[in-house]
């Protein structure tokens, strides 16, 4: 590690790098001693490299780790968190002092990384996916920023069975990330198991190789080795790198090493003693730093001017998807930072809309969900607005990594396409009837359901700007623009779309069953049935108050209908609200998607189904 | 094709093998433009693949090609069904007159495949799940009924991009399933783009055999290449086999053979007349059948003898995650169908108590989560009774994976462990907290939630049982037996475990929550307040008429409480059940995790983020 302008790295001696892997075996045995948990053996086996990775490959401010410029770290084996903070301590980015907080409830040194470490671009934990952020790490420095930044991602061995790992590195091959560096931890020890290879690490080799890599095979205990293989791997031009490191599980203490039964366990304060004897001694401890050294600031949304307004007349056929497609391009034109990821999927999604604007800041991530997400994660954690486009339902593959941005703190934000059965005839293998379930259960996620294309522009817009995992759930269909281009959309908020004195109920909806709900709304007037309607464009969060008015208004009767299953979604997020306001509630009835749909017609399905109008109609005079 | 007995391929003549493929292609025009939508060219490509492998290679009984010893073919590339639904129907499995019904709301030619189809053993149109389950359908036949059943799995070049595929094909290779073969139709054009690789079979050769398998380039139209690679295939032994088949999109008719723009979409009536010429001309369709010819069962779970009873004493000390394992050996001794698959946590889940007891009925399934579930339908479509393990948090690696096995009417079974923030110091990458929002959004799903030890074995047996996707949600901690051993715990259902007639709210609970609920019965009731403390075991379905009645004896007051996220999880269950059922709630309150947790000890953490004894007694009192 060296504060260097840009050139070749500056090496420390090999001498004083041994004496840092050294430091950090120790410093993620102490640690973990104190903590009474964690996993010190996968720290002792990957020590010798990162020692040679920070200490002899990386460049970085040691103040400002998460600039631009500097080289990145992910350590996408995250349950060796010790090692990592060691070594950001031995760098100078956090005060060897704090390293004995680690778990603490008070301390950012968490069990597994997180951003709220200085250095640390996006948590990890859940294994395989930080080759998808450093690609995306990789990807913004080479193809946005143009700078000379290099990125390092440690793996383990255990984890290459996941099958993000290689949708990332066939992803890095295609856009020939030559500044993405892979390195794998190759052990042997998995937590209950020896791993599918033992200590072949030829197949990682062939592995990579297959996917267009530079590959090689290493002894991860020899220092000249390891800085050989860094050397190496920086001058490749053209293609990311993989250095396979054949290594020991505990290495450096003997009564640990490549033994079963060590992982995720802490030694004993004697066996501690013992292991610290092993290595050669160390001085004792400085006393614990108890103010946390978090980052000072993790990454916000940029800021730009208002985009072109939405420019649709009144009635005319849009759908929602494709009026995402035109409000990405006019973001694009004003908001230099954002940039779009989608799966193959771009002439549906109308992601292509702004990539045939913007080809140079449109990524095809084809048919890899799983890595998009993390690339968009690598691209957020640098200061780009990310979108991530699929159909709605093809996003449940990314789920775990939908969850781990969230622990990441990270803006990206995602677009789910072909929701419900109003897609029709593809089938439930198309149809997104989860999404809102599982990104409502996204902590501090935004979730946004258009109903037109005037509000899907704006919506889009209002995700752009706005900080944390959203979501914008748009349709399959053309529908009616129904709003007037001027109109804004707060969030939280909702829009009254229907509204007089004598309402009898509320019905709230949102996508194709708004216009369902207009409808019904119609026909219940014929029959002298007032009915109050409500866009809930914004299902998460609720401004219950507000919400809760209306429906005290009509009553407390209240009808939700959602292109999607009954659980986790729209009708369970409006009634939970509404029954904790209290007193609010006196009548409820939920339309959803009960049973599993199959291929149809897209209004025969909604009949079918139980979300169409006649069924709101029958709903509402039922209360 | 052949309905005969074992043996070499009872091969057609090749150029009764080209007709077939010929009449395959026009089938799928047909049908195509007769639904007005689909995917003609992606069937096109691989007619002649088709064709080899069901009138050449495959032997299975026509009226039964479900059966244990029938070949099994799996379309990885589901939105080529209408080739499949040809295949079958020239193979005499549904009648050709049904072909023209695809898509059509009364038919079982759903617009991707389902098991409603005869043949079909798993839901596909999700891409990449396919290899998965092809390699749950080898494992099986190779390992556990030990037959010579061969399995013939189709994937599209596109997919190929997706993680899950190799985690597939690590998995086959390591267990050595040479009765798998997978064919990959690269016809180079994906929906919106070329593919990654275009035409170059080669990288998918390179990476099909650097995992392990015997690989192949073809021309996938040479009829006389394709057979002499299936023999090639079938002659194999110890590992599986792939051929790599160079293909055109659209093959066959000029003027879409290999064009951009044609993705998705069926030919007017005019070319479908033009294509049909060019193919050599077909006799008019026979009327359409519109009786269904859906298979006429689905796999239902197996019977088996009640298992050896729960044996605890009462308060003592047992993590259900633990409970779960010995249930499962327990099961294991009745039901000589179970099996288990874990992802390398075996000694978390304690899956490993099974795992030790029937070594041969336990797959390591190492970290590939996604993998895992698709073997596990594939299992459960050969009527094993599959049960798949892994942390609460890493089964939403596999939530798509879930999705379709609820497509595909699957039983399979899975158990997520270390829910919650309970687990303490390992912090949130490894805390599921969105696990019962996910699972509840599965159509026809049962989440089940175990407070002891008792409940947590009973509830085991109750998944093994029933039909559809069985969730188990365990918990890390070590929690008091609180049931005795003979307790019974229907499904639906729930336990009221505190109760007086002077209840002044009903506290519902579930898991470590349950225990925290009763310490707050105990706080309260020194206080005296008193309440009514129900464990809602059975998160899904909820008899909302039953738990209505108590909360109505409790004025209406409800709390709820759970180690979750507040979104779709056992909160909004139940104030979403008992809202609808009209005139039962007064006021309600739910405590959940609320914002994202940190690393910490397990009752800190119980405490800061609001599910603790004391949070519960407050709750009561702010009622």
């Given at each position: ?306 985009p072109e307004p939405p420019a649709y007349?009144?009635?005319q056929q849009v759908a929602t998807r494709e009026a995402y497609g035109t409000a990405l391009k006019k973001l694009g034109a004003v908001n230099?930072?954002l940039v779009a990821v989608d799966g193959d999927v771009q002439n549906s999604t109308f992601s292509e809309i702004f990539g045939k604007a913007y080809p140079e800041r449109f990524f095809q991530g ?19 607005t990310a979108f991530v486009a699929s159909f ?21 934000n995602l677009c789910g396409s072909h ?31 258009p109903?037109?294309a005037v509000?899907a522009e704006r919506l889009t817009e209002?995700a752009a ?7 914008v759930?748009t349709s399959r269909?053309k ?145």
């Amino acid at each position: 590690m060296a504060a260097s302008p840009k050139g070749a790295p500056m090496s420390a001696s090999i001498e004083l790098i041994r004496e840092k892997a050294r430091l950090l075996r120790i410093h993620s045995l102490r640690a973990t001693t104190q903590a009474g948990s964690g996993h010190p053996t996968s720290c002792l086996s990957a020590a010798d490299l990162v020692a040679g990775i920070f200490f002899h490959a990386m460049r970085f401010e040691k103040m400002r780790p998460n600039s631009a410029t500097s080289d990145r770290f992910v350590l996408s084996k995250g349950h060796a968190a010790p090692l990592l903070y060691a070594a950001l301590a031995e760098a100078g980015a956090i005060p060897v002092a704090r390293l004995l907080t680690l778990r603490d409830l008070s301390s950012e040194l968490e069990g597994h990384p997180t951003p709220l470490v200085p250095g640390v671009d996006a948590a990890t934990g859940s294994l395989g996916q930080g080759l998808s952020v450093g690609a995306g790490l990789a990807i913004g420095a080479a193809k946005l920023e143009k700078n000379s930044a290099r990125v390092y991602v440690l793996l383990g061995d255990g984890e290459m069975a996941e099958g993000n790992v290689w949708e990332a590195a066939a992803f890095a091959a295609h856009y020939g990330l030559d500044n993405l560096t892979a390195i794998v931890d190759v052990n042997a020890l998995g937590q209950s198991d020896r791993t599918m290879y033992r200590h072949d690490a030829d197949v990682y080799r062939r592995k990579f190789e297959a996917q267009g890599w530079q590959a090689e095979v290493i002894d991860g205990h020899s220092m000249e080795a390891i800085l050989a293989a860094l050397n190496r791997a920086i001058a490749t031009k053209g293609k990311p790198q993989a250095i396979l490191a054949r290594t020991e599980k505990g290495h450096g203490v003997s009564f640990i090493a490549d033994k079963d039964g060590w992982h995720g366990k802490a030694l004993s304060r004697d066996d501690l003693a013992r292991a610290i004897a092993e290595l050669g001694g160390a001085e004792e401890p400085p006393a614990i730093e108890r103010r946390s050294s978090a980052r000072p600031a993790l990454p916000q949304p940029a800021e730009f001017p208002a985009p072109e307004p939405p420019a649709y007349k009144p009635g005319q056929q849009v759908a929602t998807r494709e009026a995402y497609g035109t409000a990405l391009k006019k973001l694009g034109a004003v908001n230099p930072t954002l940039v779009a990821v989608d799966g193959d999927v771009q002439n549906s999604t109308f992601s292509e809309i702004f990539g045939k604007a913007y080809p140079e800041r449109f990524f095809q991530g084809y048919i890899a969900e799983q890595n998009m997400v993390g690339v968009a994660v690598g691209l957020a954690a640098r200061g780009h607005t990310a979108f991530v486009a699929s159909f709605a339902c093809f996003l449940t593959r990314a789920y775990d990594q939908i969850r781990m941005a969230a622990v990441s703190r990270s803006n990206i934000n995602l677009c789910g396409s072909h929701c419900g059965v109003s897609i029709g005839e593809d089938g439930p293998s198309q149809m997104g009837l989860e999404d809102l379930a599982m990104f409502r259960a996204i902590p501090g996620a935004t979730v946004l359901y258009p109903s037109d294309a005037v509000a899907a522009e704006r919506l889009t817009e209002a995700a752009a700007r706005r900080a944390g995992i959203c979501y914008v759930r748009t349709s399959r269909p053309k529908t009616p623009v129904i709003y007037p281009n001027e109109e804004t959309f707060p969030v939280p908020g909702f829009k009254v779309v229907r509204e007089s004195p004598h309402d009898r109920a509320t019905v709230i909806a949102a996508g194709v069953t708004l216009h369902e709900a207009l409808k019904a709304h119609q026909e219940l007037k014929t029959q002298g049935i007032s009915v109050r309607v409500i866009d809930l464009y914004c299902v998460k969060p609720i401004d219950a108050t507000a919400l809760g008015a209306h429906v005290r208004a009509t009553a407390g009767r209240v009808v939700t209908v959602e292109d999607h299953y009954p659980e986790g979604g729209l009708g369970e997020a409006v009634i939970g609200a509404l029954a904790e306001a209290g007193g609010v509630l006196s009548a409820a009835k939920r339309l959803a998607v009960t049973g599993l749909p199959r291929s149809g017609k897209p209004d025969e399905l909604l009949d079918v189904f139980g979300i169409s109008a006649p069924h709101i109609v029958a709903a509402v005079k039922q209360l």
